[in-house]
């Protein structure tokens, strides 16, 4: 497995901070007889320096034996109830999209309320004029349905490089896809039939 620049460098770093801390936690006599690395932290340290010159640097071999063994074991006793969120994060992610419906039909209320005072006033002064709502209808479908058509795959390409294939991931985003071809469609039809 070949590790990045980035990562052989924070490796380094971790492995001298590493170093610096067993020796600032030894004693005072041993920290002064060794002022600097052990002969085994300089060995380890110029070992990983070459390596990372040739291009053949592992994680491997910037872990010492001990976290090695202990990282082999936890790996052999891993379960899944360990990657389980706590009850009030998955809780919270649940409230998220009830809380942002409730938030946009309570903004839209308002905004309809609003218009309707509006209206009422200008009855009550007399200068009230029916106007038409002039929406362009072919617009509206074609902004939804191209909107919803990138979505789809959106999400899809999302849940793939997020969880991969092995749950039927690319699945996700096939009902706003869909939804979004229906669009289009019906603004291709809708904008035949206006033109007859």
């Given at each position: 497995?070949?590790?990045?620049k ?19 936690c030894?004693p005072?006599?041993e920290r ?7 002969k085994e ?5 110029q ?7 040739n291009g ?8 010492p ?6 990282i ?11 990657f389980?969120p706590?009850?009030s994060?998955m809780i ?13 039909f309570?903004?839209?209320i308002?905004?309809l ?10 009855i009550?002064?007399g200068?009230?004029e ?9 617009l ?7 909107v919803?058509s ?9 849940m793939v490089?997020a969880?991969?294939?092995?749950s039927?991931?690319?699945t996700?985003g ?6 979004g071809?229906a669009?289009?469609?019906f603004?291709k039809l ?5 033109k007859?």
């Amino acid at each position: 497995m070949r590790i990045s620049k980035k990562q052989t460098t924070l490796a380094v770093v971790v492995l001298i901070a590493a170093a610096a801390f067993f020796l600032s936690c030894a004693p005072r006599e041993e920290r002064n007889k060794n002022r600097f690395f052990s002969k085994e932290a300089n060995e380890m340290m110029q070992t990983i320096t070459e390596k990372m010159k040739n291009g053949s640097l592992t994680l491997k071999d910037t872990l010492p034996p001990d976290m090695e063994k202990a990282i082999a074991e936890r790996i052999k006793t891993v379960k899944l109830s360990d990657f389980t969120p706590h009850p009030s994060v998955m809780i919270a992610a649940l409230m998220i999209p009830i809380v942002s419906v409730i938030a946009f039909f309570a903004f839209l209320i308002v905004l309809l309320k609003l218009y309707h005072m509006r209206v009422m006033a200008m009855i009550e002064k007399g200068n009230y004029e029916r106007r038409p709502l002039n929406i362009k209808w072919e617009l509206v479908f074609l902004f939804i349905g191209l909107v919803l058509s990138f979505v789809g795959p959106g999400i899809s390409i999302y849940m793939v490089s997020a969880f991969g294939l092995a749950s039927r991931t690319i699945t996700a985003g096939i009902v706003p896809l869909f939804i979004g071809i229906a669009f289009l469609v019906f603004y291709k039809l809708y904008s035949d039939i206006k033109k007859k």
